[in-house]
């Protein structure tokens, strides 16, 4: 069995998850995502991997708790929003636009880890089926664990992946979004 430094990981980085609800947040703006909800929804991206640990523990990878398992399921992603949702006071919104926000957020995770070119696929639909499911194009390279590994040309191939398929397209929709929004925002007020 390897050690929990010695796996390569099939995830975008811990840099690309919160990509999502970052663009999501700039593109509906401050004024509909919060910045509480939207700390919480960076948190909610990068949760699922924390099953790295499994690792540490000796659970097979394959397994339901293992390795893009459990964690990654739309299941996990749903109770995660719903208990987030419960706390929407707090995070300055509603308990609607909390729970979709969250929702994309950790839906998201499991998501772009799909469309990786490693790994035994992602276990959305657990616990209803144990089935790993990969996208039908894998255009983000795997991340290397451990810092060493990342700090190399392999490393380098990787961010170029996910800046390409991931943060390019996601803030674009955004930059798109805002710009409609202010369009809009200036139409409204030429109209008065």
Known sequence: ???????????PTILTHPAVPLALAWGLG??????????????????PDLDVLAFRLGIPYAADFGHRGFSHSLLLALIVALVGASLARSLHSTFKRSYWFLFVAMASHGILDAFTNGGLGVALLWPFSVERFFAPFHPIEVAPLGLSRFLSLRGIAVLWSEVLWVWLPLFAVAAVTVASRQQH???????I
Request: proline share 0%; charged share 20%; aromatic share 6%.
């Open 30 to 47: 401050q004024d509909v995502i919060s910045k509480r909800l939207l700390a919480v929804g960076v948190v909610a991206a990068v949760v």
């Open 1 to 11: 069995m390897r050690s929990f430094g010695d796996w390569s990981t099939t995830l």
């Open 185 to 191: 925002r200036r139409q409204h007020r030429n109209s």
